[in-house]
């Protein structure tokens, strides 16, 4: 072998040998940052602690993506561990975001459950939809699902609720309205007296169905969501947290309301809450009532915006007097929103 080889192939090789450290060094980072995000995100999306509401704002899946991604980029870690924490990731994925169990649930279910709730006396059918700005078009797509109660925020005029209601329920129904919140209901419904200041969020009404059923009823429209997206801003983390403050006093209004409803009326309440569910919130009203989309919801859970819903803002609670049987949503190509159909029954 020619001398002058060996010479010229060794720097060669001194190059390699760093650059496959520094690959190695670099996979370690990686799933340093992986695990530490895991940590993280464990305890961010378990407590919600409000100062971290920058965070949460996000989808879970989001950074979960990102936590899968980071565990496959470390190429020159034991393959056997890169396996283990992609692993925990999608267990992760699994069990505490909500789209999972949804999403196999709406492979399973598929539509026989919607096509046939128009016959079964026993359902009640619940929609709630945001109108986008009271286009009274939008209020027409739900129609077909033949709702006997409709929560609507951004509402049509009185005049149009007016004629919505008889094509939707004939003679036998009627509609309350306040602000930009309103409720249809089949059978009777008269408005229920709230103070002054929580009328700017929401209205309540008392609806008897022709089966008989008694429901304390809210629409509610709560303030509009934070829009600040940049993490590396102080301002953004401000933000969040000043939005779930204020977003937790109007549930506080709401849950106060329900307090003054005697114990054996059953509750409803849905409508734009402009947020995801969050562990703040969510004790509130669990007090007396259910997300219905944690028990039933079928296919993807987000409602906006309609082009990318990437939040479950609209939300259907009910009291646990009842039964979820299904909640799905559905495209409506004239609201920003997506329509939430629920289906109940009475234990």
Not at 121 to 148: E, H, L, M, T
Not at 257 to 278: R, S
Request: hydrophobic letters at 45%.
């Amino acid at each position: 072998m020619n001398p002058e080889d060996n010479t010229t192939q060794a720097p060669v090789s001194l190059e390699q040998s760093k650059d496959k450290k520094s690959l190695k060094w670099l996979s370690k980072f990686l799933l340093a940052i992986s695990v530490l995000l895991y940590i993280f995100l464990f305890y961010a999306y378990l407590i919600q602690p409000d100062f971290l509401a920058a965070v949460t704002f996000w989808p879970l899946w989001v950074w979960s993506i990102i936590g899968i991604f980071l565990s496959i980029a470390a190429m020159y870690i034991n393959k056997k561990i890169r396996l283990i924490m992609t692993c925990i990731w999608l267990l992760f994925l699994g069990f505490m975001s909500e789209e999972s169990p949804a999403l196999l649930r709406g492979c399973i279910y598929g539509e026989r459950d919607y096509k046939s709730a128009f016959k079964d006396k026993n359902i009640i059918r619940i929609i709630s939809f945001n109108c986008a700005g009271g286009n009274p078009d939008a209020v027409k797509s739900i129609y077909q699902y033949a709702p006997d109660i409709v929560l609507l925020q951004e509402s049509p005029s009185i005049e149009n609720l007016s004629v919505i209601a008889k094509e939707l329920f004939a003679d036998e129904g009627g509609f309350v309205k306040e602000g930009d919140t309103a409720i249809l209901a089949r059978g009777q419904i008269r408005k229920t007296e709230i103070s002054k200041e929580n009328r700017s969020i929401m209205v309540c009404a008392r609806i008897n169905l022709p089966s008989g059923l008694e429901i304390e009823a809210a629409s509610v429209h709560l303030i509009p969501p934070a829009s600040a997206l940049n993490l590396f801003s102080p301002s953004c983390w401000r933000e969040h947290r000043e939005d779930r403050r204020l977003r937790l006093q109007q549930i506080v209004a709401i849950k106060e309301h329900l307090d003054t409803i005697e114990e054996n009326v059953p509750l409803l309440v849905g409508g734009d809450f402009n947020a995801n569910p969050w562990v703040g919130a969510s004790k509130l009203l669990s007090l007396r009532l259910y997300d219905t989309f944690k028990r039933g919801g079928a296919g993807w859970p987000g409602t906006g915006p309609a082009y990318l819903p990437l939040w479950r803002v609209d939300q259907i609670w009910v009291g646990k007097q009842f039964r979820t049987i299904k909640v799905f949503c559905k495209n409506s190509k004239y609201s920003d929103h997506r329509i939430v159909i629920c289906y109940l029954n009475k234990i």
